[in-house]
T-cell receptor, first 111, second 114 residues
Framework: GQQVMQIPQYQHVQEGEDFTTYCNSS?????IQWYKQRPGGHPVFLIQ?????EVKKQKRLTFQFGEAKKNSSLHITATQTTDVGTYFC???????????FGGGTRLMVKP | DGGITQSPKYLFRKEGQNVTLSCEQN?????MYWYRQDPGQGLRLIYY???????QKGDIAEGYSVSREKKESFPLTVTSAQKNPTAFYLC?????????????FGDGTRLSIL
C-alpha cells in the first residue's frame, strides 16, 4: 500500500548541533503536515506545506517540501533540550484526504 | 489539545474483559479518529468517522469496535478478541474529513493488561 517513510528512526545529538529528519512518500502529495510528540505526550501539529519547493521557518525549525511533492524535510538549527521528542510527517494518501503518518523520528538531545 | 478529552488516562484490562475508552470533543469537528501507538512506534489507524452515525475500519480494526451516535463523542471498545491490547491509544479530530485541515489529538489513554 501507499506509505510515508521517515528516516532516521532515532537521532542522538549534542545540544547545539543541528538535526534533520526526512520524509518520503510513495506517491505525490497534495500537502504534507508535520507533528511533534513530546515524551509521554500527544502529537501536536506544527505546520503544513502545500506548494512544490515550499520552505517555511518557525524560529530554529525549517520545513521544506520537495519539488516533486513526494518528499519533505525538517531541519532544526542548534538543537536545545526542549526539542526532544518524536517528529512525524503525515500526508493524505488515502481517499477523502485521510492522513497517513510516517513512523516518526525520535530526537534525543544531550545537554 | 484542550478541545479533545480522553478518559481515563490509564486503564487496566483483565483477560476476557471488554473495556471502553472515551473520547469527547467540543471543537464541532465532523471527523474523528482512533490510533494505536506502541512504544517507540508510529501511529496506526484503528477506526475513523467522517460524520455522525457513520464510521469505517482503519488498518488494525480487528478486536476493536466504535460508535458515533453523537458528533462530539467517539468511544472505542477494546474487546476480548484483541489479544495484545497494551498500547497508548490516541483520539483525534479534524474539522472536516475531506479537508486538508490538521488533526487535533487528545492526551491519550494508556491501556495495560492485568
Amino acid at each position: 500500500g501507499q506509505q510515508v517513510m521517515q528516516i532516521p528512526q532515532y537521532q542522538h545529538v549534542q545540544e547545539g548541533e543541528d538535526f534533520t529528519t526526512y520524509c518520503n512518500s510513495s506517491t505525490t502529495l497534495s500537502n504534507i503536515q508535520w507533528y511533534k510528540q513530546r515524551p509521554g505526550g500527544h502529537p501536536v501539529f506544527l505546520i503544513q506545506l502545500v506548494k512544490s519547493g515550499e520552505v517555511k521557518k518557525q524560529k530554529r525549525l525549517t520545513f521544506q517540501f520537495g519539488e516533486a511533492k513526494k518528499n519533505s524535510s525538517l531541519h532544526i538549527t542548534a538543537t536545545q533540550t526542549t526539542d526532544v521528542g518524536t517528529y512525524f510527517c503525515a500526508g493524505p494518501l488515502r481517499a477523502g484526504n485521510m492522513l497517513t503518518f510516517g513512523g516518526g523520528t525520535r530526537l534525543m538531545v544531550k545537554p | 489539545d484542550g478541545g479533545i478529552t480522553q478518559s481515563p488516562k490509564y486503564l487496566f484490562r483483565k483477560e476476557g474483559q471488554n473495556v471502553t475508552l472515551s473520547c469527547e470533543q467540543n471543537l464541532n469537528h465532523d471527523a474523528m479518529y482512533w490510533y494505536r501507538q506502541d512504544p517507540g512506534q508510529g501511529l496506526r489507524l484503528i477506526y475513523y468517522s467522517q460524520i455522525v452515525n457513520d464510521f469505517q475500519k482503519g488498518d488494525i480494526a480487528e478486536g476493536y469496535s466504535v460508535s458515533r451516535e453523537k458528533k462530539e463523542s467517539f468511544p472505542l471498545t477494546v474487546t476480548s478478541a484483541q489479544k495484545n491490547p497494551t498500547a497508548f491509544y490516541l483520539c483525534a479530530s479534524r474539522l472536516n474529513g475531506n479537508s486538508n485541515q490538521p488533526q487535533h489529538f487528545g492526551d491519550g489513554t494508556r491501556l495495560s493488561i492485568l
